[in-house]
């Protein structure tokens, strides 16, 4: 019996000395009193405490907590009932503000933020409501912020979730923004049609003055075609008279080298003179020696008709 009684009192030893050591993981904290008094905040790492003196009042959790309140109704101050839920994202500060602060945390949080948003909402309109949310957000971790330090509670950000409004409000919100929807799309048809017909007209406009260049380049060219002709055909003449000049020229360069006397000359000039008055020529220029040009066609006639005489004899 000795030796049992002895095994139960190293046991409950044991189980003592277990019981004083504690080990505290990251991003907690632990609080500890003595005889009901608050004696200390363990942090990270193991601790030691007086059995049966000391207890661990309350295990605080330091990470950053989410909670998400079920929607609340509030009246805005065109006297519209809505309900709006809310996300809070806080983090425990001084755990031992946060223990002996206030009973229920969590609990103090929801009620402090139904309370804050009634006040935010009553002092705004339906519409502005709808459009404020980071307004709301600003306004509302401000206020818990303030509210909270005393708990050893820092409010980081405040999320509205979810506005719902009335049936009624929504059906008519429906309704506008189709119509908002209709306008819209009438507007930008008749924005399209507008630059259709002004990219139409101007296509109208690039293609008469496309064709007014054409008809310039046209005119041009042909204005080119007609200046290279006449030219060449005043090269062609001025290149045939020069020809017949020359021919003319060589005429007579041979006649001279071939000897020829004053009556062959008078000749050649009585032919020119006949051909001059075929008829055709408007003015006739007699040379003044017409008289000796007579008297030699006269003897030359009298030659020529002698022996057809002198044969007839």
Partial sequence: MGVFFLIVIIVIAVWVLASCVRIVPQAYAVILERLGAYQATWSTGIHFKVPFIERVARKVNLKEQVVDFPPQPVITKDNVTMQIDTVVFFQITDPKLYTYGVENPIMAIENLSATTLRNIIGDMELDETLTSR???????????????????????????????PPAAIQDAMEKQMKAERERREAI???????????????????????????????????????????????????????????????????????????????????????????????????????????????????????????TDK
């Fill in 134 to 164: 980071e307004t709301i957000n600003t306004k509302m971790r401000a206020s818990l912020d303030e509210a909270t330090d005393p708990w050893g509670i820092k409010v980081n950000r405040v999320e509205l979730k979810n506005i719902i």
């Fill in 188 to 310: 930008l048809i008749a924005e399209g049609q507008k630059k259709s017909t002004i990219l139409v007209a101007e296509g109208k406009k690039q293609s008469a003055i496309l064709d007014a260049e054409a008809e310039k380049q046209a005119a041009i060219l042909r204005a080119e075609a007609q200046k290279e002709r006449m030219i060449k055909e005043a090269e062609g003449q001025a290149e045939a008279v020069l020809k017949v000049q020359n021919a003319n020229a060589e005429g007579i360069r041979m006649i001279r080298e071939a000897g020829a006397d004053e009556a062959v000359l008078t000749l050649k000039s009585l032919e020119a003179f006949a051909r001059a008055a075929d008829g055709k020529a408007t003015k006739i220029i007699i040379p003044s020696d017409i008289q000796g040009i007579a008297g030699l066609a006269s003897s030359l006639k009298e030659i020529v008709t002698d022996p057809k005489a002198e």
